[in-house]
């Protein structure tokens, strides 16, 4: 079965530090993948996506993504965080011969301090 | 454009009572989704609607949840009977299509407190 790993449950940074959170699949075939974002008191929402193409994607404030197919991993960047940045953030994974269906790891809390 | 709307917001029932959801998606969304989403754990897909058929319901606890979309816009998903474990927020998406390269839309979640 599909499954995705997240590797942090919480991380706690200071503004301006730089943030990698982790993600691993478990899927043979192709999938699209995906980083969902949900503020507080917001509902989830996208923050970057990879079909294709060039394996480094950029998403909505300054997020990025590194798509590594050999280490089944779709890691998430931001080299300076800001406060606003405090939310909890979901990788997701799409088997592209199963429909829209996306498998969700269990999400990273990510607190910045000020 | 209108995001996806859920009502209600909160709702607690007592174990053995029936609840139901109501979603509206986004306008023109051809694709409806349902998700489960425990605390502590990331969203659980349980059924998907293309239109008003249903083209995935594998994790879709049939014995107690229903759900149906009427005229392809509006669904309302429903629990009958409660268990403790159904305690979640329950998550409405939409999306254009059925395929994965279409963003989708997530609403505010129902949050249910079975006791």
Sequence with gaps: AQSVSQHNHHVILSEAASLELGCNYSYGGTVNLFWYVQYPGQHLQLLLKYFSGDPLVKGIKGFEAEFIKSKFSFNLRKPSVQWSDTAEYFCAVNARNQGGKLIFGQGTELSVKP | ?115
């Design chain 2, 1 to 115: 454009e209108a995001g996806v709307a859920q009502s209600p917001r909160y709702k607690i029932i007592e174990k053995r009572q029936s609840v139901a959801f109501w979603c509206n998606p986004i306008s023109g969304h051809a694709t409806l989704y349902w998700y489960q989403q425990i605390l502590g754990q990331g969203p659980k897909l349980l059924i998907q609607f293309q239109n008003n058929g249903v083209v995935d319901d594998s994790q879709l606890p049939k014995d107690r949840f229903s759900a149906e979309r009427l005229k392809g816009v509006d669904s309302t998903l429903k629990i009958q009977p409660a268990k403790l474990e159904d305690s979640a927020v329950y998550l409405c998406a939409s999306s254009r299509t059925g395929t994965g390269e279409y963003e989708q839309y997530f609403g505010p979640g129902t949050r249910l407190t079975v006791t």
